[in-house]
């Protein structure tokens, strides 16, 4: 099935309840909470909607970003994290309006970024940055509609 195939399908079945439809936060396992408020708050300019022994909450336009750390989750999700044999894959996305403009602020601010903004074959322009845990942000835009 081609891209677009999956797509017109993916949006024919929109209209169905499930679980994808209610996605209300992302939580990010951080080592120092105090160093990712720092970060996400001074450096990426969300701003802390909740904070409290461990745990914070960054609202943004369409979901909350929590950060947490491991000492703050249940005894069998810190058992699967502390687990040296399970891959770490922590990767999340942001849609912006120019991502060629927010990569140089955001790498004037001291943002490292592991990839400069490219266009993908699918017509997405996007950026690569990790935070101070080694989470991988992808910011990104359109350039070529379907």
Do not use: H
């Amino acid at each position: 099935m081609s891209t677009s195939q999956l797509g017109k399908k993916i949006r024919k079945k929109g209209g169905e309840k499930t679980m994808t439809n209610k996605i209300m936060a992302i939580a990010l396992v951080v080592s120092s909470l105090e160093r990712a408020i720092d970060f996400y708050q001074n450096k990426l300019g969300l701003k802390i909607s909740r904070a409290d022994n461990g745990y914070a909450e960054l609202a943004t336009e369409c979901a909350v970003l929590e950060l947490m750390t491991k000492e703050t989750l249940p005894n069998k999700i810190q058992a699967l994290i502390s687990n040296k044999s399970q891959p770490k894959a922590y990767y999340a996305f942001a849609q912006v309006e120019d991502v060629d403009v927010l990569y140089k602020e955001l790498k004037e601010k001291g943002v490292e970024f592991i990839a400069r903004p490219q266009t993908m074959p699918w017509g997405q322009r996007a950026a690569y940055f990790t935070d101070p845990d080694g989470n991988i942000w992808e910011i990104s835009q359109w350039v070529k509609q379907n």
